[in-house]
């Protein structure tokens, strides 16, 4: 077993579990230091894209930022989403998968969805691709964004798939916009660790999209902290570079080459 998941393992019950998303080289450099997992997550579509869903990221997209992301991550566990119709079917998935680790050397690969997975992800881990799991609220094929255990149904629904994920062989799973009671008595019953996003400091671990986190982007959905306001930082960077160009500030002799 990697190390790095056997780590994120041996913290269920012990110790949270950090995660964060990132898309650069730039960015993971900086989130290798405090993170515990870091996910090179599919909503870079409408991160980085302004795509309307995440249905429209490509497979090559999501190479080419984790190779990026890759070369600033040292210690942390590197998981990268497989994106929308890259995964139908176990010969598919195997291939696709296969394609992603092999490029961007990640340490495993994330997959939405519940019990029709079952298939897929035995035939991932049996040919030595660690899963990560996707259960509540599932971006790439939801039609509603509203979370998710209101009813007893779909209360029952999510705890099967756990489960079921859980004995198939996933190493975690993320709970997405699950009821708060919900998430608690999941995370409880599985012995992996369970990252929530809008599902309540009851999970294991928690993430969430970098950008959202450092004020870059415009999200206003509940479950989103705003730490710090990047955008205003950058706002007075570019403005006082503007200023100094203008007034002829910059650049200055110590910038600039004398014979």
């Known amino acids: 077993m990697n190390k790095k998941i056997k780590k994120i393992l041996n913290k269920k019950n012990k110790s949270k579990v950090i995660c964060l998303t990132a898309y650069s080289k730039n960015v993971a450099t900086i989130l290798d230091k405090y993170c515990d997992l870091i996910l090179v997550g599919d909503s870079l579509g409408s991160v980085l894209y302004n795509y309307k869903s995440t249905k429209e990221v490509t497979l090559d997209i999501m190479i080419n930022h984790s190779k990026s992301v890759k070369q600033g991550v040292k210690k942390s566990l590197m998981v990268v989403d497989m994106p929308y119709n890259t995964y139908r079917n176990p010969k598919e998935a195997l291939k696709n998968s296969r394609l992603v680790m092999k490029k961007t050397k990640c340490d495993a690969i994330k997959l939405e969805g519940g019990r029709k997975l079952i298939p897929i992800i ?133 910038h600039s080459f004398k014979k």
């Open 122 to 254: 035995k035939t991932l881990i049996k040919n030595k691709i660690p899963v990560m799991g996707h259960l509540g609220i599932l971006p790439q094929t939801e039609k509603k964004f509203t979370f998710k255990g209101r009813q007893t149904k779909e209360i029952v629904n999510l705890f099967k798939d756990a489960k079921l994920l859980e004995k198939a062989g996933i190493f975690s799973v993320v709970l997405e916009c699950v009821e708060m009671n919900v998430a608690k008595r999941i995370t409880d019953q599985l012995k992996i660790p369970t990252i929530g996003i809008g599902s309540s400091v009851n999970c294991d671990g928690q993430v969430l999209v970098i950008d959202d986190l450092v004020g870059l982007s415009e999200s206003k959905f509940r479950f989103v902290k705003k730490y710090a306001n990047l955008k205003k930082v950058i706002n007075s960077a570019v403005k006082s570079y503007k200023s100094e160009v203008l007034k002829k500030k910059f650049p200055k002799a110590k």
